[in-house]
């Protein structure tokens, strides 16, 4: 997804790029970042950058990432003059996100992003160091899945990954027909707001994943014959035993049933083997 505006290019398919073009929406979605005169602002897939005329008019510092070659020109000649905006041609999952902005603890991100790569693009934001509040327009299902809670069908890793760190929230709904060209689905506005202070540290975030990748991989399965037999855990019987008595978790409980402060609990008491930090 990408905001729309006035432009000559057209979208590119390649790029998952469908331009919101319902001027109310726009300016509901920029104004959900609350940003303020002199605050920063990343901004990701500016596109045509309707939402980037609605930052721009806040006086934030705003920094606009777009991958696009003529997109990219565009914005930097029409904003080129203004010194409270910087334009970078790039790809938001190659570039290193804090040393984006002046202060990334206090940085606010916004974007329209391709359905593609949504998943992504939020868990390199929901990495050590955290921006102060991200604002997405994502797929209405992806919405879904990460506002789901415990027991339902929808309730899975993308939930639980984005739980431990980050509370998220609907802003609104944006009907597929706010696009140009109009996509297959409906979207939603998004925001995940990280959690300050982090309740786990960096090791413990790649405990958890380990633990809830493998958990629901096997989703149908009980918790501990998952625990036990599982090829990325084969945790011992007696630490399985002991790790779910001490959450009053039964083993044939499945791993929809469970909290993210389970799964935290859970990934603390077992011997999990973890892979190197992610790239």
Not at 77 to 99: A, F, K, T, W, Y
Not at 111 to 132: C, D, E, Q, S, V
Not at 169 to 178: E, F, I, L, T, Y
């Amino acid at each position: 997804m990408r905001a729309g505006s006035s432009g000559r290019g057209r979208p590119k398919r390649s790029l998952g790029q469908n331009f919101l073009v319902d001027p109310n929406l726009r300016r509901k979605i920029a104004a959900a970042a609350g940003a303020g005169e002199g605050e920063p602002v990343l901004e990701i897939g500016a596109g045509r950058g309707a939402l980037t005329d609605c930052l721009v008019r806040t006086g934030a510092a705003l920094t606009a990432v777009e991958l696009d070659d003529e997109f990219a020109a565009e914005l930097a000649e029409r904003h080129g003059h203004d010194p409270r905006v910087r334009i970078v041609h790039g790809d938001i999952l190659s570039l290193d996100l804090p040393q984006l902005t002046a202060d990334w603890a206090a940085t606010r991100v916004l974007g329209n992003i391709p359905y593609n790569i949504t998943t992504p693009i939020i868990f390199k934001l929901l990495r050590f160091p955290f921006p102060a509040d991200i604002v997405l327009t994502v797929q209405a299902e992806v919405a879904a899945r990460i506002l789901a809670g415990p027991g339902s069908r929808t309730y899975g890793a993308l939930t639980v990954g984005v739980a431990v760190h980050a509370a998220a929230s609907r802003v609104c709904k944006v009907p597929r027909g706010a696009f140009r060209p109009v996509p297959r689905v409906d979207s939603v506005a998004l925001r995940i707001t990280p959690h300050s202070p982090q309740p786990i540290d960096a090791e413990a975030a790649r405990r958890v994943r380990t633990l809830t990748r493998a958990a629901f991989s096997w989703r149908r399965k009980q918790l501990g014959n998952i625990l036990h037999r599982h090829p990325d855990l084969r945790c011992p019987s007696p630490a399985v035993e002991r790790a779910l008595e001490e959450r009053s978790l039964p083993p044939a409980v499945r791993p929809e049933q469970l909290s993210p402060d389970d799964f935290i609990a859970l990934s603390r008491a077992l011997p999990l083997a973890v892979g190197p930090p992610s790239p």
